[in-house]
């Protein structure tokens, strides 16, 4: 069946440094994959998309990168902040499909 | 905009009470999802609707229905609620260009407990 794993134990990082949250999966041939940051108490909140053809996808200081061969996407926060703590989703879908698959996320934590 | 809202924010119900979570977009979006989020098991799907006047069961629609109102209003019904159905719901909208890659827009959640 297929199966998304993100890290269940939470990432500390200092601020400052480079938070690289994983997200492997397997049994799954996705076109595309999603990134979303979640506070607590709140929704998800969308930050990127990269497609099965792309290597790499910024956005001010965040990197996705996605190896298909892998199965494998690693998401970059340069520069981090306190203000970045959350959790962090990733969500992978299907070229059809409308209806991406959510991994459990990864809680990052960043110390001033 | 308020994008994706969902009412109530808390409810507290007892087993076998029927409750009804609303939810609305004002994005124009054609389709909306219904999820449940526990510790530990991530979001999992429980009714889409792909557009007014079509749904489709989830990963877990047991114990669940749904009505697509219009092309706004998107309801979850618990018709006869069980301890198992304590968790946290939220609401989703995805954008209108068709396109599988288009993003999720979520709404704050409803936590409900099932005493």
């Known amino acids: 069946s297929q199966k998304i794993e993100q890290n269940s134990e939470a990432l500390n990082i200092q601020e400052g440094k480079t938070a690289t949250l994983t997200c492997n999966y397997t049994n799954y041939s996705p076109a595309y994959l999603q990134w979303y940051r979640q506070d607590p108490g709140r929704g998800p909140v969308f930050l990127l998309l990269i497609r099965e053809n792309e290597k790499e996808k910024r956005k001010e200081r965040l990197k996705v990168t996605f190896d298909t061969t892998l199965k494998q996407s690693l998401f970059h926060i340069t520069a981090s902040q306190p203000a970045d703590s959350a959790t962090y989703l990733c969500a992978l879908g299907s070229g059809g499909s409308y209806i991406p698959t959510f991994g459990r996320g990864t809680s990052l934590i960043v110390h001033p | 905009n308020a994008g994706v809202t969902q009412t109530p924010k808390f409810q507290v119900l007892k087993t076998g009470q029927s409750m009804t979570l609303q939810c609305a977009q004002d994005?124009?979006?054609?389709?909306m999802y219904w999820y449940r989020q526990d510790p530990g098991m991530g979001l999992r799907l429980i009714y889409y609707?792909?557009?007014?006047?079509?749904?489709d069961k989830g990963e877990v629609p047991n114990g669940y229905n749904v009505s697509r109102l219009n092309k706004r209003e998107f309801s979850l019904r618990l018709e006869s609620a069980a301890p198992s159905q304590t968790s946290v719901y939220f609401c989703?909208?995805?954008?209108?260009?068709?396109?599988?890659?288009?993003?999720?827009?979520f709404g704050p959640g409803t936590r409900l407990t099932v005493l």
């Open positions: 989703a909208s995805r954008g209108t260009s068709g396109a599988p890659t288009d993003t999720q827009y």
């Open positions: 609707s792909a557009s007014e006047g079509t749904t």
């Open positions: 994005m124009n979006h054609n389709s």
